[in-house]
Nanobody, 113 residues
Framework: QVQLVESGGGLVQPGGSLRLSCTAS????????MAWYRQPPGKERGLVAY???????NYIESVRGRFTISRENAKNTVYLQMNSLKPEDTAVYYC???????WGQGTQVTVSS
């Protein structure tokens, strides 16, 4: 059974940083493309970044240069380092494995002064 557990969210001031973590189980993590999505208040969930099994990373334009996705296969964990946060980054953040239609509970990120 695929399980994803996100953590690391919180309230941060504009310009601040947070590091999100997502620990996975129930599938071969090292072979999977892992992605971070976010759902802002009142909006649909959308892709933020993904990282392949060969550690290639890709980002949406609005976070490129501020966010970094990484993975640690030994811990079945994918990370999202978020720097220079803006109020528009406020959302519930979720991770997902590309081959499975399973979502975790998400972690809330609020950027506000």
């Amino acid at each position: 059974q695929v399980q994803l557990v996100e953590s690391g969210g919180g309230l941060v001031q504009p310009g601040g940083s947070l590091r999100l973590s997502c620990t996975a189980s129930g599938f071969t993590f090292s072979r999977s493309i892992m992605a971070w999505y976010r759902q802002p208040p009142g909006k649909e969930r959308g892709l933020v970044a993904y990282i392949t099994s060969t550690f290639d990373a890709n980002y949406i334009e609005s976070v490129r240069g501020r966010f970094t996705i990484s993975r640690e296969n030994a811990k079945n964990t994918v990370y999202l380092q978020m720097n220079s946060l803006k109020p528009e980054d406020t959302a519930v953040y979720y991770c997902k494995a590309s081959d499975y239609n399973t979502w975790g509970q998400g972690t809330q990120v609020t950027v506000s002064s």
